[in-house]
C-alpha cells in the first residue's frame, strides 16, 4: 500500500511533465471503465434471467447521477481507448518514444474533439428525456441497489484474503517470500502483446458501442413505446428495456444474430483486457504474498465468471415472456393493455 500512498503524492506533486499525468489518467480511466463493466455485464444478463431487475437496473441509469456517470465513462472510453493506441504504437515503435510528449498532446487533443459533438448529442437526449418530467429512483434507492454489489465484491475479496491466509499457512510460506526479480514467462510475454493488439480490435467495438447506444440511441431510448431498436427495424411496443434488449439479440442478418456475436466479442475483449489490466495494478501495489495472490485470484476467478454470465445471457436470449415481466415492474402494464386494445 506504500507504493499506492506514494504514487499518488507523487503524481499530485510532479509539475510540468505530460508523460506522467497521461500514465495517471490513463491508469485511472481504465479502472473506471472496469467497475462500470462489472456492473453492465451483470445487469445486461439479468434482461434474460431477472427481467424485473434489469427494469429496475434501467431505471436507475435514466437518474440524474448515472447520467453525470454516462458522462464520466464516455470521457474514460474515449481516452482510454485513443491513449491505449497511442502506447500501442510506441511499444511496437521505440525510436519514436522521444516524440511521446507531443503525442501525449495529441492524444488529449483529439479525444477533445472526440467528446464535444459526442457530449452535445448525448446532451439533447438528455433534454428530451426531462422535459417529460419523467419520474426516477431517488438518491436513497440507487444507493440501496449499490450497496448490494458493494456488499458482495466485499464478500468476495473478504473470502479469497481468508483462502490465501490459509494456503500460506499450510505451505508455510513467508508473507513476502523471494524478492528477487523474476523473468518474464512466456504468458507474461504473450499477456503484454494481447493488451496491444486486443485494444486495437476492441477500439471499432467500443466507438461503434457508443455511436449505437449513447449517440443514435440512448439509455433513455431504451424504454420508449413503439421506439425503433437501434441496430434493427423492430419497434420496442411495450416500451422496456427488456424487449429493447430482446429484438436486438434476436435481429438476424443473412440468418446470423449479429448483435449476439458483436456483443459477445465486445464481452470476451474487454473483460480480458480490462482484467488483465487490473491485474498489472494489483501488482504494482500489493506486494504482500498473501494480498497479492487473493487478489489475482479475484480477479482470475470473476472475469473469467463474467465472461460465463455475459455468454450465458447471449445464448439463452429474451424470451417473449420476459416482456410481461417487465412491464409490471416498470409499471407499465396499464397502458400496454390499452396500446394492445386489450
Known amino acids: 500500500m506504500t507504493t499506492l500512498v506514494t504514487t499518488i503524492s507523487e503524481t499530485l506533486r510532479y509539475r510540468g511533465k505530460i ?5 495517471a489518467l490513463h491508469r485511472l480511466a481504465g479502472l473506471g471503465v472496469v467497475l462500470f463493466l462489472v456492473l453492465h455485464v451483470i445487469d445486461t444478463s439479468w434482461a434474460a434471467f431477472y427481467p424485473e431487475q434489469y427494469a429496475k437496473a434501467i431505471a436507475e441509469y435514466q437518474s440524474p447521477l448515472f447520467t453525470v456517470g454516462e458522462f464520466v465513462l464516455v470521457a474514460a472510453l474515449v481516452y482510454h481507448a485513443i491513449n491505449g493506441l497511442r502506447i500501442a504504437y510506441l511499444d511496437y515503435q ?34 428530451d428525456f426531462w422535459e417529460g418530467d419523467p419520474e426516477v429512483p431517488g438518491i436513497v434507492d440507487i444507493a440501496e441497489t449499490q450497496v448490494q454489489f458493494l456488499i458482495g465484491f466485499i464478500v468476495i475479496v473478504a473470502a479469497a ?11 508455510r510460506e513467508s508473507e513476502h517470500g523471494d524478492k528477487s526479480p523474476r523473468r518474464p514467462s512466456q504468458i507474461d510475454v ?13 477500439l471499432p467495438l467500443v466507438f461503434g458501442h457508443i455511436l449505437m447506444i449513447h449517440m443514435i440511441g440512448s439509455v433513455f431510448e431504451i424504454t420508449a413505446a413503439d421506439a425503433t431498436v437501434v441496430g434493427t427495424t423492430a419497434a420496442n411496443d411495450t416500451g422496456t428495456a427488456v424487449e429493447f ?6 435481429h438476424l442478418v443473412a440468418g446470423v444474430a449479429v448483435w449476439r456475436l458483436y456483443d459477445g466479442a465486445l464481452l470476451a475483449l474487454v473483460v480480458i483486457h480490462g482484467f488483465n489490466g487490473l491485474r498489472y495494478v494489483i501488482n504494482d501495489y500489493f506486494h504482500g504474498r498473501v494480498v497479492n495472490r487473493a487478489l489475482n485470484w479475484v480477479v482470475l476467478f470473476g472475469g ?15 424470451e417473449e415472456a420476459a416482456y410481461e415481466i417487465a412491464l409490471d415492474k416498470s409499471g407499465l402494464r396499464d397502458a400496454a393493455i390499452t396500446w394492445l386494445g386489450g
Open 19 to 23: 508523460g506522467q499525468w497521461s500514465w
Open 94 to 127: 521505440p525510436h519514436l518514444w522521444r516524440y511521446q510528449r507531443q503525442a501525449a498532446y495529441i492524444v488529449f487533443g483529439v479525444t477533445v474533439l472526440i467528446l464535444i459533438p459526442t457530449f452535445a448529442v448525448m446532451g439533447s437526449h438528455v433534454a
Open 161 to 171: 484474503l481468508v483462502l490465501s491466509f490459509l494456503v500460506s499457512l499450510v505451505f
Open 190 to 202: 504473450w499477456l503484454w502483446s494481447f493488451m496491444r493488439w486486443s485494444g486495437v480490435l476492441i
Open 245 to 250: 434488449v430482446g429484438e436486438r439479440w434476436d
Open 304 to 318: 473469467a465468471a463474467l465472461i460465463i454470465l455475459g455468454m450465458a445471457a447471449l445464448i439463452a436470449g429474451v
